[in-house]
């Protein structure tokens, strides 16, 4: 199915004018374009990921210069895709205090502060870390913006299955930053974020099923009932959980992770399995508690990956 957004009330029409612009809150609004909560688990992904690359403690000047190029460049393409998605952020209630919509930042100072972070990112990442590191930030934040904000959002009910992919590139970075180069083992984390991430965020499109449809963005919720994007999540949710297992054959960790694994994959079922069992009762509205599997994704991912950073202390 394609869906074309609507057309929406200009951003900026109805909010802050430059008279009523303070320095402090427009700093928040800059700060705001970058998506800090979001570029948090982005993060939480990359850094472990350096200690298992590492056997041990990374150099800690590294970590710091890969957090700093990682934050901008994820900053630079949250604040684009707010410049491409002003109107349907107009739109969504969820949204529609963004920095944009609200005046308090204009487009064209959006645009160029996440072209500024975009080549910002790459000569630092480029010159304090290395090229590989550098150049899969570059290719993350140019498949966030062109392939999925520009063309999978707006069209196609899997947008967020391929746009996805953006998301798991930090787990690239942080392992080419430490050693230079990928692995199967650096693969196999990337594929657990890719078959995180629709489990992950379509319960939260299914609370907010009706801002998207209100925006014409296909969200699997939206051209599906709750019954079929549960079976999926359910589907999904079983090959992550599998594909998380497979790091340990690999070698590269202890038995922690192996348990840890099973342990956190095992209660991610029990809450698919539940979201999918109300959905089949007929269960909607509060009931659905379709929320509960969006927090514990975060949850899940955040435990995960601190065993990951803590596993090759464990002999």
Not at 65 to 80: E, H, T
Request: one cysteine or more; a positive charge.
């Amino acid at each position: 199915m394609f869906v074309t957004a609507v057309e929406s009330r200009p951003a900026g029409a109805v909010g802050a004018t430059p008279a009523h612009r303070p320095f402090g809150a427009r700093v928040g609004a800059f700060v705001a374009l970058t998506k800090p909560r979001i570029i948090e688990l982005l993060l939480i992904t990359t850094v472990p990921v350096m200690f298992l690359a590492q056997h041990g403690v990374p150099d800690p000047w590294l970590v710091v210069k890969v957090v700093v190029g990682g934050y901008l460049s994820a900053g630079g393409a949250n604040a684009l895709n707010m410049y491409i998605d002003r109107d349907i952020d107009a739109v969504m209630s969820r949204t529609e205090r963004r920095p944009i919509v609200t005046g308090m930042v204009s487009p064209r100072e959006a645009l160029v502060f996440g072209i500024a972070l975009a080549i910002g990112s790459t000569l630092w990442l480029g010159l304090l870390v290395n090229a590989l590191s550098s150049a899969l930030a570059l290719a993350a934040l140019l498949f966030y913006v062109f392939v999925y904000t520009l063309g999978l959002k707006r069209r196609t009910a899997q947008n967020i299955v391929w746009g996805g992919i953006a998301g798991c590139m930090p787990v690239f970075v942080g392992w080419a930053a430490v050693t230079n180069s990928l692995s199967w083992s650096a693969l196999v984390l990337f594929l657990v974020i890719f078959f995180w991430t629709p489990p992950h965020y379509w319960p939260l499109s299914m609370k907010v099923r009706e801002d998207y449809a209100k925006a014409g963005v296909p969200m699997l919720p939206v051209i599906k009932g709750n019954l079929a994007v549960a079976r999926q999540i359910v589907a999904y949710s079983w090959v992550m959980v599998a594909v998380s297992l497979a790091l340990w054959p690999l070698g590269h960790t202890s038995w922690l992770y192996p348990v840890s694994a099973v342990l956190l994959g095992g209660f991610w079922l029990k809450e698919a399995h539940g979201l999918h069992a109300r959905a089949k009762a007929g269960v909607v509205g509060a009931k659905l508690k379709e929320m509960r599997l969006f927090h514990w994704s975060i949850t899940y991912l955040t435990l995960l990956f601190v065993v990951i950073a803590v596993d090759p202390f464990v002999k």
